[in-house]
């Protein structure tokens, strides 16, 4: 009996934090996918590829990803190499959440979105990195849209170097609205 007792308040109390969990990171789920922004006009096109997972270290879901941008049919910036490799979460091109220990903090129809731009390096090979932008639901409704932001609204934020290069100075777009594809 004590069994079972034991049992049945494990599973309550797995369903609660279940429960409370789901309620902090609202809509990861609607971004998984191949997201795609094309302009005939400056000749770009931007494709990002992104998917669920669960990051170990702040224990909360996630999407990480890739991304590839052509300008007039040349590859810019192309990290797509890097999706399925086997590395940490927070080691991808792209990641985002919106995870939260304050239910009062999640918007669900926006992530926080830190960026790896390989096209841009510092003096010391390192590749510049940004924490402040957005990737935000635009349309929930077919076609499905997203909005990617770069915003670096509290200037740049380097990672491994805080002065080497411009805040402006990005390979990729900064901000485009992008259809699920």
Not at 11 to 24: E, K
Not at 83 to 95: G, H
């Amino acid at each position: 009996m004590r069994t079972f007792f034991t049992i049945a308040i494990t599973t309550v109390m797995a369903l609660f934090s279940t429960s409370l969990y789901a309620q902090h990171t609202a809509n990861i789920d609607f971004y998984e996918g191949t997201w795609k922004y094309t302009n005939s006009q400056t000749g770009e096109e931007f494709t990002l590829q992104l998917r669920k997972a669960f990051n170990s270290v702040t224990s909360s879901w996630c999407v990480v990803g890739a991304y590839t941008y052509k300008k007039n049919g040349t590859i810019v910036t192309d990290c797509m190499n890097k999706y399925l490799l086997p590395i940490k979460e927070n080691e991808m091109p792209v990641y985002a959440t919106n995870s939260s220990s304050n239910p009062n903090n999640v918007n669900p129809n926006r992530l926080g979105m830190f960026i790896v731009d390989y096209g841009r390096f510092s003096p010391n090979g390192t590749p510049k990195s940004t924490l402040d932008n957005v990737l935000e639901i635009v349309s929930s409704t077919t076609p499905y849209k997203i909005r990617w932001k770069i915003q670096n609204s509290e200037g740049e934020q380097v990672y491994f170097s805080t002065t080497e290069i411009p805040p402006s100075d990005f390979s990729i777009p900064t901000d485009i609205v992008l259809t699920k594809q």
